[in-house]
Nanobody, 122 residues
């Protein structure tokens, strides 16, 4: 079983920066995608950024040029660097891992953290 824990959320002013971290534990196998999602009250969860094991990335149009997802080199950690934040970035941010259930399995499992609150306000 894979467990994910987010950290780094908080209050930040518009135009400021914030870095979110996701620490994973448990067995993570090949063909893994790591991602950040966010959900504002009363709104549907949306993909913010994703990265695969080849470091290919994709971003929501609303955050392109401002946010960067990256993988850490130790402790199965990955990050979301948030620059030039806007009030509309306010949401609960969740890290996500999609990975094989076994080293050679074709079955993929989806794991989620509990979320970290980001508030962008003056």
């Amino acid at each position: 079983q894979v467990q994910l824990v987010e950290s780094g959320g908080g209050l930040v002013q518009p135009g400021g920066s914030l870095r979110l971290s996701c620490v994973t534990s448990g067995s993570i196998f090949g063909d893994t995608t790591r991602a950040w999602y966010r959900q504002a009250p009363g709104r549907q969860r949306e993909l913010v950024a994703a990265i695969n094991e080849g470091d290919d990335t994709r971003y929501a149009d609303s955050v392109k040029g401002r946010f960067t997802i990256s993988r850490g080199s130790i402790r199965n950690t990955f990050y979301l660097q948030m620059n030039d934040v806007k009030p509309e970035d306010t949401a609960v941010y969740y890290c996500n891992v999609l990975t094989r259930s076994a080293p050679t399995s074709t079955d993929y499992r989806d794991y989620w953290g509990q979320g970290t609150q980001v508030n962008v306000s003056s």
